[in-house]
Nanobody, 120 residues
Framework: QVQLVESGGGLVQAGGSLRLSCAAS????????MGWYRQAPGKQRELVATITIGGSTDYADSVKGRFTISRNDAKKTVYLQMNSLKPEDTAVYYCAANIRVIVTTSNDYWGQGTQVTVSS
């Protein structure tokens, strides 16, 4: 059974920083792409950032230059460093990963979410 567990959310003032972590556990053969999504109240879930197994990254326009996604494959962990936070970054942040549990099978997994609140 594969699990993704996020940590690092919290309350921060505008202009501040937070670092989110998401650790994968369970029977894992390999981890392909990993990413962070967020969902604000009354809004649809949106992509924040992704990172491929090769380390290529992609970001939503709204976070470019402020957020940095990275991964540590030895720890099966993906990170999201968030700087210069704005009140509009307030949301529940979810990590997601495409994980290969055996060599021929991969599935998408989601974490339970962690709340990020940015006060003005």
């Amino acid at each position: 059974q594969v699990q993704l567990v996020e940590s690092g959310g919290g309350l921060v003032q505008a202009g501040g920083s937070l670092r989110l972590s998401c650790a994968a556990s369970g029977k894992i053969f390999s981890i392909n792409a990993m990413g962070w999504y967020r969902q604000a109240p009354g809004k649809q879930r949106e992509l924040v950032a992704t990172i491929t197994i090769g380390g290529s990254t992609d970001y939503a326009d709204s976070v470019k230059g402020r957020f940095t996604i990275s991964r540590n494959d030895a720890k099966k962990t993906v990170y999201l460093q968030m700087n210069s936070l704005k009140p509009e970054d307030t949301a529940v942040y979810y990590c997601a990963a495409n994980i290969r549990v055996i060599v021929t099978t991969s599935n998408d997994y989601w974490g339970q979410g962690t709340q990020v609140t940015v006060s003005s």
